[in-house]
């Protein structure tokens, strides 16, 4: 079963920097990598949007985080990390680790709450 734990949320004010982990230990290293991974956040009243995805080397943001937060990968530890910097009050939401697999599947952790204060 594939399970992803989160971990970084938190509260800070505007301006100020969080990182977040996802970690995907019952993940073999083959399937870690050979798929993408992401992080989603949702915010009341709001869909689920794309934060920022990477496959391989290749990483993807969505525009309102491009130049503030950045995605990387650790292999060897199964992880992900998001580096979120120049934080504003708008990118206060729940923060969602996916896993999308080549065959369609999704998987989900169970978020983490982000809040910047102004």
């Known amino acids: 079963q594939v399970r992803l734990v989160e971990s970084g949320g938190g509260l800070v004010q505007a301006g100020g920097s969080l990182r977040l982990s996802c970690a995907a230990p019952t993940t073999i290293l083959s399937v870690f990598t050979s798929n993408t991974m992401a992080w989603y956040r949702q915010t009341p009243g709001k869909e689920r949007e794309l934060v920022a995805s990477?496959?391989?080397?290749?990483?993807n943001y969505g525009d309102s985080v491009k130049g503030r937060f950045t995605i990387s990968k650790d292999n060897r530890k199964r992880t992900i990390y998001l580096q979120m910097n120049s934080l504003k009050p708008e990118d206060t939401g729940v923060y969602y680790c996916n896993h999308h697999w080549q065959n369609g599947n999704d998987y989900w952790g169970q978020g983490t709450q982000v809040t910047v204060s102004s």
């Open positions: 990477i496959y391989g080397s290749d990483t």
